[in-house]
């Protein structure tokens, strides 16, 4: 049985990164999935090195273009085959020369590479004709039964969930959440996940009902997902996003995750929502302040609205978005790739 090794994204704590995961290590864990490889994965290679290797992103904090080439010259030499995987356009990124130029190293010497959007797709094909698309799922087997939609109550919880290096997008619609809020006089309140790592974000609101919401102890992915499941009780999320080349480039994760958690949501109208959201039906696209504004107001005023769209969507990305049904895709993607002669 041919060994398969995974070079996942990690920090200095050697841990893998949420996208590791999503992307990576529990698609290929997935219970009953059928492959032809031996499968381990770490920070380093093993003593041995595998006849495939999965290289994620940029691998290693501080990864240059030398340690790059100094990885894929060791590979080559024992006949490695090289997938090389990315869900960002990190190359759309301000990144450090070094830094850049390994990706590209990466991308143009691997066998093949693997995105997870169209756009990036178009993006990376410069670099190498042989990229395969597989999408990002949910893991159903982390998420659990699907839950039901919040009963209708007279305070309505909205709520937003994003790393701090999303705050810019939070702040691209924070007129129409201040309006919003203003407006409902208290029958209407936020709770913040991610930038909440920033206590002075509640500065910006000047008294408004904002609160914010840690996960401290939760951030892995494995335990950040039943921490959302348990924790998150609202009856509606936001999901802003801005029109960005690099932004065009990334997942509807926000998308997968509010569906799974039966959470009805407004999301931007822009690519990579406009091309999932189905407008009334899945959830609400905004493309201005003014549709903000008023697509939170009709899910704070309309409960049946919110159940709708939050059981449509459930019931979409269970069905349709799931590694139930898609964790195969990666056994597909990297055969493709690597069997095959090589040059």
């Known amino acids: ?13 050697r841990l893998p990164y949420g996208c590791s ?14 492959h032809p490889w031996r499968i381990t994965q770490g920070t380093d290679l093993p003593e041995h090195t ?5 290289i994620e992103r940029l691998w290693q904090p501080g990864t240059d273009v030398q340690k790059a080439e100094s990885l894929m010259r060791k590979l080559r030499r024992a006949g490695s085959r090289v997938v090389y995987t990315l869900d960002d356009d990190l190359l759309g990124l301000k990144l450090p020369h070094g830094q850049a130029n390994a990706v590209r190293l990466f991308a143009r010497q691997a066998d093949g590479i693997i995105v997870s959007t169209g756009p990036l797709a178009e993006r990376m094909r410069r670099l190498n004709g042989r990229v395969e698309l597989v999408p990002n799922q949910i893991d159903d087997t982390l998420f659990g039964p699907p839950r039901e939609p919040r009963p209708a109550r007279d305070t309505v919880t909205m709520g937003y969930m994003g790393t701090l290096t999303h705050l810019h997008d939070l702040l691209g619609i924070l007129e129409p959440l201040r309006r919003a809020l203003r407006r409902f ?24 009902p904002v609160t914010l919401k840690r996960a401290d102890g939760h951030v892995a992915y494995d335990r950040f997902v039943p921490w959302m499941k348990r924790e998150l009780e609202w009856d509606f999320a936001v ?8 932004n065009r480039c990334k997942s509807d994760l926000k998308y997968l995750d509010y569906g799974a958690l039966t959470i009805p949501a407004v999301f931007s109208d822009v690519t990579p929502y406009r091309e999932t959201v189905r407008h009334s039906e899945t959830g609400l696209l905004a493309g201005s302040h003014a549709d903000w504004e008023a ?19 459930r019931d979409q990305v269970y069905a349709e978005r799931s ?20 040059n």
């Open 323 to 342: 590694l139930k049904t898609h964790a195969p895709d990666w056994v597909t993607a990297i055969r493709r790739l690597t069997d095959r002669p090589q």
């Open 21 to 34: 995961m999503v992307r990576l290590l529990r698609p290929l864990a997935y219970p009953g999935l059928e």
């Open 239 to 246: 999901a802003p996003l801005s029109a960005t080349s690099f």
């Open 1 to 13: 049985m041919k060994h398969l090794h995974i070079l996942f994204q990690h920090g200095t704590d």
């Open 185 to 208: 006089d208290g029958k209407l309140r936020l709770e913040l996940v991610g930038v909440s790592d920033n206590p002075h974000i509640l500065e910006l609101f000047n008294g408004l």
């Open 50 to 54: 595998p006849g495939i290797v999965v």
């Open 295 to 313: 697509h939170i107001a009709a899910l704070a005023e309309d409960s049946a609205l919110r159940r709708q769209l939050a059981l449509t969507a």
